[in-house]
């Protein structure tokens, strides 16, 4: 007993190895940026690739969303031309082909001079990134609002670019939600996982994207005032406003909402009884969210399908909406105080499990196609990824910006888990030469099919450094709705 409480103490305690490690971790991400046609345009997604080339894959491609933290980071630098290079890059490989017109691509390599894209047409099991797609309007008007680059925002291919995404969003569809309805596998988490329909990452990413085009279209109209693009403004608008309603409406829950919710009449036909609109049965709502709800925690649910919703936890989605915005204060502290609440199921030994609980027994054969890197505990399914700390960090920080005066107690409290978790995380990425991500319930072994130096590892514990001991402040650089 003794032992291992020692053991875990190693893993939080401050270390005087930290500048050491901060400067390794600088020069390996250096080593991770590759140039096209002669000039810096991102990060691959790792730097190595255990188990020789055969089965290195694509990780030596630029993918879109490992580029996020990448084009942040640049961005705290001031290393604005990278940024900027990498945009262009993306919006010359925005398709153009009939049937995915404006859809921007998971990923980007050059071979033999020529710029190879993936639009799913390359990747396993041949899926198509949705995230990336919506990513792209984030990072463009962050780089856009932080360089003061407000040409290239206005301008006319970067308007064009917006314009045909949106063409993809902002249309009729059978279902009439302001929700995009997307296969499983479009985002993070890219193998089957049962994650179809309106899987929590993809709608707040929406609501990220539509809020971005709002802005970048906003530089434009001032330029020139045009009719048609007032037109598209309003009509963007009124889709976020809608789609955060459905949200918080059908995503969100806490403690008293399950009350509430489990003693709903079922069945209900017609346009007056509006209590349980997607015929969800009691049955459905798993023991688990007893206790980890508590008394006053909060978050917003994996997905909504009708008679099917995932109670899952995803924490990518939940952390975004706490950055966009998109759920209110008072929730976002409920749901810092169910991070807090469920630490040791969601940072362990290494923060942060990407998805909770996982999926097992039959569940997992049936719902992954016995997907073995999706094995319970592993990977997406309820592996821990180091890369998915800093938008925790980032959630907290920007909280406390915006609103100083709230729940000190409690923003204290999550410092502090965060200060400990940033030593976890220290302390231990460099002995396991930052790994992609961590398996079992505690996330203390190194994944089975890691990557080593995953760049999204190196420069997510890097944001964190810059965000907790370098310049606090620049924790403003994540919210989008700001001038
Ligand atoms: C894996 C991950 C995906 C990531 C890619 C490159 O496919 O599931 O989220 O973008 O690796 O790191």
Redesign the pocket.
């Known amino acids: 007993m003794a032992k291992q409480f020692s053991q875990e103490r190693l893993r939080v305690r401050p270390s005087s190895r930290e500048e050491a490690v901060v400067n390794a971790a600088r020069e390996h991400f250096e080593r991770t940026l590759i140039s096209s046609r002669g000039e810096l345009v991102g990060s691959m ?2 730097l190595s690739h255990p188990g020789g080339k055969d089965q290195a894959l ?2 030596d ?1 630029v ?1 879109l ?2 580029n996020v933290p990448v084009m942040l980071l640049l961005l705290v630098q001031g290393r604005f031309q990278i940024v900027r290079n990498f945009l262009e890059t993306c919006l010359e490989l925005q398709s153009s082909a009939y049937q995915t017109r404006g859809v921007f691509p ?2 980007f390599v050059e071979q033999n001079g020529v710029l190879v894209a993936d639009y799913g047409q390359r ?2 099991g041949r899926i198509t ?1 949705v995230d990336a797609s919506l990513w792209w309007p984030v990072l463009c008007w962050l780089y856009v609002r932080r360089s003061r680059d407000w040409d290239f925002g206005a301008s006319q291919r970067v308007q064009r670019g917006v314009q045909l995404l949106l063409d993809l969003v902002l249309h009729p569809t059978f279902e009439g939600t302001p929700v995009l309805f997307v296969p499983d596998c479009a ?5 089957p996982m049962d994650v179809w329909g309106a899987p929590l990452e993809i709608e707040v990413l929406l609501y990220g994207c539509l809020g971005s085009c709002c802005q970048l279209m906003a530089l434009a109209q001032k330029s020139h005032n045009s009719r048609l693009l007032e037109q598209r403004l309003v009509l963007t608008r009124e889709w976020k406003h809608d789609l955060r309603r459905y949200l918080l409406k059908h995503y969100w829950v806490t403690s008293k909402t399950m009350q509430v919710l489990r003693r709903r009449p079922t069945e209900q036909y017609g346009d007056t009884q509006m209590l349980n609109e997607f015929n969800v049965q009691p049955q459905v709502i798993p023991p688990w969210l007893q206790d980890w709800l508590e008394n006053r925690g909060g978050y917003l649910i994996g997905n909504m399908r009708t008679g099917r919703p995932d109670f899952r936890f995803y924490s990518l989605g939940n952390c975004l909406a706490c950055l966009f915005e998109l759920i209110t204060a008072p929730q976002q502290r409920a749901l810092f105080r169910l991070v807090l609440h469920n630490r040791e199921h969601l940072m362990a030994q290494m923060p942060m499990r990407i998805c909770h609980p996982p999926l097992e027994g039959q569940q997992w054969s049936e719902k992954t196609g016995s997907d073995p890197k999706n094995w319970p505990w592993s ?2 399914n309820g592996g821990h990824w180091p890369s998915l700390l800093w938008y925790l960090g980032g959630a907290v920080l920007l909280h406390e910006q915006r609103y100083p005066q709230a729940d000190v107690l409690l923003m204290g409290q999550m410092r502090a888990m965060l200060e400990e978790c940033y030593w976890m995380q220290l302390n231990q990425l460099p002995r396991q030469q930052w790994a ?1 991500y961590f398996d079992g319930p505690t996330g203390t072994w190194v994944g089975q099919q890691a ?1 080593t130096y ?3 590892t190196i420069v997510g514990f890097l944001l964190l450094h810059h965000l907790l001991r370098v310049n606090p402040s620049d924790a403003g650089l994540l919210d989008i709705n700001r001038d």
């Open positions: 997604a790792a694509n990780y491609e993918f969303r490992d998971t990923s990747s396993i990134s985002f993070m988490i890219d193998r990977y997406h992609e990557r995953q760049t999204w």
